[in-house]
């Protein structure tokens, strides 16, 4: 199953849902999620029009942040690092994979993260 680490560079934990499971995305650490969870909850790697829905699901149309363009800039402090592949038992909750420092964007634009005593994924039998 292809996993990608979701970051929340955020100062407020981000909680979201998706196929009956709830996430927690805690300031700082980065948390294994499956692709189509992300998709879905973040509207990653979607088009403009379908953010609004993310945003409000994600809790980030209400307050303190309020309006779309303050919504949008706590998403921007989410990085996403696709790739990942993880072996996994069925029912098997995501894991937090480490603590995260901070966050760059390498030349070509996509977010790439900064770790600080980050964990390596493993892979489960």
């Not at 979201?16 to 909850?41: I, N, S, T, W």
């Not at 945003?55 to 790739?83: E, H, I, M, W, Y």
Request: glycine content about 12%; overall charge neutral.
């Amino acid at each position: 199953m292809e996993q990608v680490q979701v970051i929340n560079n955020n100062d407020f934990p981000i909680k979201g849902r998706y196929g009956g499971k709830d996430y927690l995305f805690e300031p700082g650490q980065g948390v294994a999620v499956e692709l189509e969870a992300v998709k879905h909850m973040f509207a990653w790697n979607q088009p403009e029009h379908v953010k609004a829905g993310a945003l409000n699901r994600l809790g980030l149309l209400t307050p303190p942040n309020g309006s779309l363009q303050k919504a949008l800039a706590a998403l921007d402090r989410v990085v996403f690092v696709p790739g990942h592949t993880v072996f996994e038992e069925p029912g098997a909750s995501p894991q937090p994979i480490g603590e995260v420092s901070g966050a760059l964007r390498n030349p070509g634009g996509e977010p790439e993260a900064k770790a600080s005593g980050q964990l390596p994924l493993k892979r489960r039998k």
